[in-house]
């Protein structure tokens, strides 16, 4: 491992260790990384870790090697990995997309909509036809240039994806500087310094907009080690933790503490834990704090903003919101701008604003779909339905009276001669697993009335007849 | 001459049925235990499981047998039969 034996001096190199925070919107560029030293550590797997100038020395030899072409989809799985080829398409002024499905037909979508683009990635489970740039496993660092590169604030970095209501996901672009505001507003909320020896541990995967901003960003802006894998289950995450030795936050969900929790997972020198995707009970976040003895902070956010609020769920109830930001309803929706969010947009949950500064969640707007932190709409997953040969009708529904948090969709589908499993299959290709209907019906017709509405008390009285005609079927 | 045997703990085998009810229980699956096939994979194309289900079929093998699964020792989710014998190998309780 890499210590710190000596206080950080500032080299010429250094990306301007002092300067004070927030940055402004006249910053035309932001250094990559703000570690003080090159022999300082930036990622850790298995134990090693890998030093500033090995990363920037595998950057540059990669974004050297990139096809010529404007955008990269990064498929990497590892996240030192993944960091590599952010860098290099950064280096090389390309853009990255960050798919929110990595389902087959998904991804040639993604191609069809941008044809100038290839896949990064560190694997070969890649659509065959798809232009496929592997990422090296390990670069000989030979290229020792002490300059840490700046990257354009207008650059656009990174493309993410929501799914549209049409079933065609829609991007949303993010810039460099808005990335970087992003990182030092989580920097600021969660009073995290510039501390060479504080560790990343991730249970996230670096697609996600959140999984970006605390996994990769909030890393590269605070001169931390990030830890290479994308550790999920209890004992990985533990072994993990204990590999790094050092003082580690770790990036995760309510689904991932459950368990943690539930285990009592030994993570020894923890420092900090952040939850996001979807919202975490004052009851397990007092669990958890009390297991380890270390801060659970929260964090409110969606893929069109980044972080919009942040709580501390055993302190308040209520979120306050990102400095920088303004929110304000219009009718029934919340919108927000401002600081790293830049123009605005309209949040998908129901908000109530209770002071300029501050606000409370009441759940998801009625088409929204959450599971598992990922998000798409009844009407995006119905119209992907409608897509399928053979498929007359069919309506995707969301069950009211489950009182389990992580309880599946279900689907009524009107499809003479085909079986459930061939649609299943077709979905399968088309949509993320966590939304697959679990169970799908097959009807014979479905009660839509004269302008083709759904009425709501059918579906809800069908799913539970179907639902006690399997449990009668079971006993 | 005497031969001793000596005599192993009694270890019940834990059959697929058992662990085929701790799955559908676990994920609330609309399916009765008998309908889980031996030889179907769990995960992609054959059950469909996905990543979260993954996270609390590992958690109930923990609680129920002790085993401590890792990301590695996923090739124990192949099938409900090879899942099951993995259980009976690797059981602490």
Redesign the interface.
Same mark, same amino acid.
């Given at each position: 491992m890499i210590r710190m034996a000596t206080p950080r001096t500032v080299n010429t190199f250094a990306a301007q260790p002092g300067r004070v925070l927030p940055y402004t919107s006249v910053d035309s560029s932001f250094p990559l990384l703000t570690h003080g030293r090159l022999e300082q550590g930036i990622a850790s797997r298995n134990g090693d870790v890998s030093t500033v100038w090995e990363f920037l020395a595998s950057a540059r030899d990669l974004a050297s090697r990139l096809p010529a072409r404007r955008y990269a989809i990064n498929l990497c799985r590892d996240r030192y990995q993944f960091l590599i080829a952010f860098a290099a398409a950064l280096l090389a002024q390309q853009i990255s997309l960050l798919p929110n499905c990595c389902a087959p037909e998904a991804l040639s979508q993604l191609t069809e909509r941008y044809p100038d683009a290839y896949v990064l990635a560190d694997h070969n489970d890649v659509p065959s036809g798809m232009a496929l740039c592997r990422v090296p496993d390990c670069v000989q660092a030979i290229d020792r240039r002490a300059d840490i590169p700046a990257i354009p604030s207008q650059q656009v970095a990174v493309i993410v994806f929501t799914s549209g209501s049409s079933g065609v996901p829609r991007p949303h672009a993010k810039t460099w500087g808005s990335l970087v505001r992003g990182a030092h507003a989580l920097k600021q909320q969660f009073g995290i310094g510039e501390d060479g020896s504080h560790v990343m541990v991730g249970t996230v995967p670096a697609q996600h907009m959140y999984g970006m901003e605390t996994t990769i960003m909030l890393p590269l802006q605070s001169g931390w080690i990030l830890h290479a894998g994308h &550790?999920? $289950? &209890? /004992?990985?995450v533990a @072994?993990a933790v204990r590999k790094t030795g050092n003082a580690v936050w770790l990036m995760t969900t309510p689904?991932?503490l459950r /368990?943690y929790v539930? %285990?009592r997972t030994a993570l020894p020198g923890l420092v900090g834990i952040i939850s996001a995707t979807m919202p975490l009970p004052r009851s397990l976040a007092a669990k958890a704090e009390d297991l380890w003895n270390v801060p659970v902070r929260e964090i409110y956010g969606c893929t069109e903003g980044g972080m919009v609020g942040y709580r501390q769920p055993t302190a308040t109830h209520m979120w306050s919101l990102c400095p920088g930001l303004r929110m304000w309803k219009e009718g029934d929706h919340a919108w927000v701008s401002g600081g790293h969010v830049g123009q605005s947009f309209r949040l998908a949950d129901r908000i109530a604003v209770q002071s300029p500064l501050q606000f409370t969640l009441h759940g998801p707007h009625h088409d929204l779909v959450k599971?598992?932190g990922k998000r798409t709409s009844l009407a995006a997953l119905n119209a992907v339905l409608a897509q399928i040969e053979g498929v007359v009708d069919g309506t995707f529904y969301r069950p009211e009276w489950s009182l389990?948090p992580? /309880?599946r969709l279900t689907a009524f589908v009107v499809a003479p001669g085909i079986s459930a499993s061939t649609i %299943? /299959?077709e979905l =399968?290709k088309r949509i993320d697993? $966590?939304f $697959?209907p =679990?169970?799908l019906h097959l009807v014979d017709a479905l009660p839509r009335n004269p302008i083709g509405k759904l009425p709501r008390e059918w579906l809800s009285a069908f799913a539970m007849e179907m639902?006690s005609e399997?449990r009668q =079927? @079971?006993s | 001459m005497s031969v001793q045997i000596e005599q192993e703990p009694t270890v019940e085998m834990i059959s697929r049925t058992e662990i085929a009810r701790l799955i559908v229980a676990t994920l609330h699956l609309e399916l009765t235990p008998q309908e889980v096939d031996p030889a179907t994979p769990l995960f992609g194309d054959g059950l469909g499981l996905d990543s979260i289900d993954l996270l609390e079929i590992v958690l109930s093998i923990s609680q129920k047998y002790g085993i401590n699964l890792r990301a590695e020792d996923c090739a124990a989710f192949a099938s409900l039969s090879v899942l099951t014998a993995y259980v009976n190998r690797h059981r602490t309780k």
């Open positions: &550790p999920v $289950l &209890p /004992a990985d @072994e689904i991932h /368990a539930g %285990q599971v598992a389990n992580n /309880a %299943q /299959a =399968r697993p $966590l $697959l =679990r169970p639902t399997h =079927r @079971e | -």
